[in-house]
T-cell receptor, first 113, second 114 residues
Protein backbone atom coordinates (compact mmCIF):
# COMPACT_ATOMS: atom_id res chain seq x y z
CA UNK A 1 0.00 0.00 0.00
CA UNK A 2 0.85 3.67 -0.03
CA UNK A 3 3.51 4.94 2.35
CA UNK A 4 3.74 8.65 3.02
CA UNK A 5 6.69 10.03 4.95
CA UNK A 6 6.81 13.56 6.27
CA UNK A 7 9.69 15.66 7.58
CA UNK A 8 10.46 17.36 9.85
CA UNK A 9 8.31 16.24 12.76
CA UNK A 10 8.74 19.62 14.44
CA UNK A 11 9.72 22.97 12.99
CA UNK A 12 10.31 26.19 14.83
CA UNK A 13 10.72 29.46 12.93
CA UNK A 14 10.79 33.14 13.71
CA UNK A 15 7.81 35.21 12.68
CA UNK A 16 8.32 36.45 9.14
CA UNK A 17 10.60 33.59 8.13
CA UNK A 18 9.65 30.85 5.70
CA UNK A 19 8.77 27.28 6.59
CA UNK A 20 9.13 24.23 4.38
CA UNK A 21 7.66 20.81 5.05
CA UNK A 22 8.47 17.84 2.84
CA UNK A 23 6.69 14.60 2.06
CA UNK A 24 7.56 11.56 0.00
CA UNK A 25 5.22 8.89 -1.26
CA UNK A 26 5.73 5.37 -2.53
CA UNK A 27 2.95 4.70 -5.03
CA UNK A 28 3.79 6.21 -8.41
CA UNK A 29 0.10 6.05 -9.38
CA UNK A 30 -0.85 8.56 -6.68
CA UNK A 31 -2.39 11.58 -8.31
CA UNK A 32 -3.77 13.92 -5.66
CA UNK A 33 -1.84 15.54 -2.80
CA UNK A 34 -3.65 17.69 -0.24
CA UNK A 35 -2.22 19.50 2.75
CA UNK A 36 -4.18 19.89 5.95
CA UNK A 37 -3.71 22.15 8.96
CA UNK A 38 -4.91 20.91 12.32
CA UNK A 39 -5.04 23.02 15.44
CA UNK A 40 -5.08 21.30 18.80
CA UNK A 41 -8.30 19.38 19.36
CA UNK A 42 -9.85 20.60 16.13
CA UNK A 43 -10.62 19.14 12.74
CA UNK A 44 -8.08 19.10 9.92
CA UNK A 45 -8.65 21.93 7.46
CA UNK A 46 -7.59 21.76 3.84
CA UNK A 47 -5.17 24.57 3.08
CA UNK A 48 -3.94 23.68 -0.40
CA UNK A 49 -3.81 20.74 -2.76
CA UNK A 50 -2.12 19.77 -5.98
CA UNK A 51 -2.79 17.24 -8.70
CA UNK A 52 -0.25 15.15 -10.50
CA UNK A 53 -0.54 17.09 -13.74
CA UNK A 54 0.70 20.27 -12.07
CA UNK A 55 4.17 21.00 -10.73
CA UNK A 56 3.42 23.96 -8.50
CA UNK A 57 0.46 25.77 -7.01
CA UNK A 58 0.34 28.95 -4.97
CA UNK A 59 -2.29 30.59 -2.81
CA UNK A 60 -1.12 33.83 -1.21
CA UNK A 61 1.55 32.88 1.37
CA UNK A 62 1.19 29.15 0.80
CA UNK A 63 2.61 27.13 -2.06
CA UNK A 64 2.99 23.46 -2.86
CA UNK A 65 5.46 21.88 -5.26
CA UNK A 66 5.34 18.39 -6.69
CA UNK A 67 8.13 16.31 -8.19
CA UNK A 68 6.53 13.23 -9.69
CA UNK A 69 9.81 11.70 -10.77
CA UNK A 70 11.23 11.83 -7.29
CA UNK A 71 7.83 11.20 -5.71
CA UNK A 72 7.99 14.05 -3.29
CA UNK A 73 6.00 17.19 -2.64
CA UNK A 74 6.56 20.13 -0.35
CA UNK A 75 4.59 22.80 1.45
CA UNK A 76 6.05 26.29 1.56
CA UNK A 77 4.76 28.98 3.89
CA UNK A 78 6.25 32.45 3.50
CA UNK A 79 6.09 35.39 5.90
CA UNK A 80 4.99 33.10 8.71
CA UNK A 81 2.71 34.44 11.41
CA UNK A 82 2.00 33.13 14.93
CA UNK A 83 -1.43 31.97 13.77
CA UNK A 84 0.30 29.60 11.36
CA UNK A 85 1.35 27.56 14.40
CA UNK A 86 -0.38 24.17 14.12
CA UNK A 87 0.23 20.63 12.98
CA UNK A 88 0.40 20.18 9.23
CA UNK A 89 -0.33 16.89 7.50
CA UNK A 90 0.36 15.92 3.94
CA UNK A 91 -1.60 13.17 2.23
CA UNK A 92 -1.52 11.22 -1.00
CA UNK A 93 -4.10 9.18 -2.81
CA UNK A 94 -3.70 5.48 -3.14
CA UNK A 95 -3.24 4.60 -6.77
CA UNK A 96 -6.41 4.54 -8.81
CA UNK A 97 -8.66 4.85 -5.77
CA UNK A 98 -8.74 8.59 -6.07
CA UNK A 99 -10.67 9.41 -2.95
CA UNK A 100 -8.86 7.21 -0.47
CA UNK A 101 -5.73 8.79 0.85
CA UNK A 102 -3.14 8.29 3.53
CA UNK A 103 -1.60 10.88 5.77
CA UNK A 104 1.97 11.66 6.65
CA UNK A 105 2.99 11.66 10.28
CA UNK A 106 2.54 15.40 10.71
CA UNK A 107 4.75 18.41 11.34
CA UNK A 108 4.27 20.61 14.34
CA UNK A 109 5.05 24.15 13.26
CA UNK A 110 5.79 26.74 15.92
CA UNK A 111 6.07 30.34 14.79
CA UNK A 112 7.74 32.45 17.44
CA UNK A 113 6.66 36.10 17.65
CA UNK B 1 -20.68 24.99 2.34
CA UNK B 2 -19.39 21.43 2.85
CA UNK B 3 -19.93 21.22 6.59
CA UNK B 4 -19.53 17.92 8.40
CA UNK B 5 -20.71 17.41 11.95
CA UNK B 6 -20.08 14.69 14.48
CA UNK B 7 -22.00 13.69 17.55
CA UNK B 8 -21.13 13.42 20.31
CA UNK B 9 -18.04 15.61 20.55
CA UNK B 10 -16.86 13.63 23.52
CA UNK B 11 -18.02 10.55 25.36
CA UNK B 12 -16.91 8.64 28.44
CA UNK B 13 -18.08 5.07 28.85
CA UNK B 14 -17.41 2.02 30.93
CA UNK B 15 -15.39 -0.89 29.65
CA UNK B 16 -17.57 -3.45 27.90
CA UNK B 17 -20.23 -1.04 26.70
CA UNK B 18 -20.86 0.05 23.12
CA UNK B 19 -20.66 3.59 21.84
CA UNK B 20 -22.18 5.02 18.67
CA UNK B 21 -20.69 8.03 16.90
CA UNK B 22 -22.61 9.86 14.18
CA UNK B 23 -21.14 11.68 11.21
CA UNK B 24 -23.39 13.95 9.17
CA UNK B 25 -22.88 16.02 6.07
CA UNK B 26 -25.06 19.04 6.75
CA UNK B 27 -25.30 20.82 3.42
CA UNK B 28 -24.37 18.22 0.84
CA UNK B 29 -24.86 14.59 -0.02
CA UNK B 30 -21.79 12.54 0.69
CA UNK B 31 -21.13 9.70 -1.71
CA UNK B 32 -18.36 8.43 0.48
CA UNK B 33 -17.43 8.90 4.11
CA UNK B 34 -14.26 7.89 5.86
CA UNK B 35 -13.50 7.08 9.46
CA UNK B 36 -10.14 7.86 11.00
CA UNK B 37 -8.57 7.31 14.35
CA UNK B 38 -6.02 9.69 15.79
CA UNK B 39 -3.88 9.10 18.85
CA UNK B 40 -2.38 12.07 20.73
CA UNK B 41 0.33 13.81 18.74
CA UNK B 42 0.01 11.28 15.95
CA UNK B 43 -1.33 11.22 12.45
CA UNK B 44 -4.75 10.22 11.21
CA UNK B 45 -5.06 6.51 10.63
CA UNK B 46 -7.68 5.47 8.09
CA UNK B 47 -9.97 2.85 9.59
CA UNK B 48 -12.59 2.31 6.92
CA UNK B 49 -14.30 3.67 3.85
CA UNK B 50 -18.06 3.91 3.97
CA UNK B 51 -20.28 4.11 0.89
CA UNK B 52 -23.99 4.72 1.14
CA UNK B 53 -26.02 1.53 0.89
CA UNK B 54 -23.10 -0.85 0.85
CA UNK B 55 -20.79 -2.51 3.31
CA UNK B 56 -17.85 -0.57 4.60
CA UNK B 57 -14.36 -1.41 3.45
CA UNK B 58 -11.99 -1.80 6.37
CA UNK B 59 -8.27 -1.19 6.38
CA UNK B 60 -5.94 -4.00 7.21
CA UNK B 61 -5.74 -4.56 10.95
CA UNK B 62 -9.07 -2.92 11.75
CA UNK B 63 -11.59 -5.33 13.24
CA UNK B 64 -14.89 -4.96 11.43
CA UNK B 65 -16.80 -6.69 14.23
CA UNK B 66 -15.30 -4.28 16.71
CA UNK B 67 -15.94 -1.13 14.72
CA UNK B 68 -19.33 -1.38 13.07
CA UNK B 69 -20.00 1.13 10.33
CA UNK B 70 -23.40 1.88 8.87
CA UNK B 71 -23.93 4.36 6.04
CA UNK B 72 -27.71 4.35 5.80
CA UNK B 73 -28.16 7.59 3.88
CA UNK B 74 -26.19 10.07 1.80
CA UNK B 75 -25.88 12.35 4.82
CA UNK B 76 -25.27 9.99 7.72
CA UNK B 77 -22.68 7.41 8.64
CA UNK B 78 -22.34 5.87 12.08
CA UNK B 79 -19.43 4.18 13.80
CA UNK B 80 -20.22 1.88 16.70
CA UNK B 81 -17.38 0.81 18.95
CA UNK B 82 -18.58 -2.47 20.40
CA UNK B 83 -17.51 -3.83 23.76
CA UNK B 84 -15.19 -0.88 24.24
CA UNK B 85 -11.97 -1.25 26.18
CA UNK B 86 -9.51 1.36 27.48
CA UNK B 87 -7.24 0.78 24.46
CA UNK B 88 -10.09 1.99 22.24
CA UNK B 89 -9.81 5.43 23.81
CA UNK B 90 -8.90 7.80 21.02
CA UNK B 91 -10.00 10.71 18.86
CA UNK B 92 -12.28 9.48 16.09
CA UNK B 93 -12.73 11.73 13.07
CA UNK B 94 -14.93 11.25 10.05
CA UNK B 95 -14.68 12.90 6.69
CA UNK B 96 -17.00 13.15 3.72
CA UNK B 97 -16.61 13.68 0.01
CA UNK B 98 -19.04 15.85 -1.90
CA UNK B 99 -18.23 14.25 -5.22
CA UNK B 100 -14.81 15.66 -5.98
CA UNK B 101 -11.44 15.09 -4.45
CA UNK B 102 -11.56 17.05 -1.22
CA UNK B 103 -12.36 15.39 2.06
CA UNK B 104 -14.20 17.59 4.55
CA UNK B 105 -13.60 16.62 8.12
CA UNK B 106 -15.88 16.51 11.09
CA UNK B 107 -14.80 18.05 14.39
CA UNK B 108 -13.97 14.67 15.89
CA UNK B 109 -15.21 12.66 18.84
CA UNK B 110 -13.02 12.04 21.83
CA UNK B 111 -13.77 8.64 23.31
CA UNK B 112 -12.56 7.73 26.78
CA UNK B 113 -13.16 4.20 28.01
CA UNK B 114 -12.78 3.70 31.74
Amino acid sequence: GENVEQHPSTLSVQEGDSAVIKCTYSDSASNYFPWYKQELGKRPQLIIDIRSNVGEKKDQRIAVTLNKTAKHFSLHITETQPEDSAVYFCAATLGSNFNKFYFGSGTKLNVKP
Amino acid sequence: GAVVSQHPSWVICKSGTSVKIECRSLDFQATTMFWYRQFPKQSLMLMATSNEGSKATYEQGVEKDKFLINHASLTLSTLTVTSAHPEDSSFYICSAIQGGDTQYFGPGTRLTVL
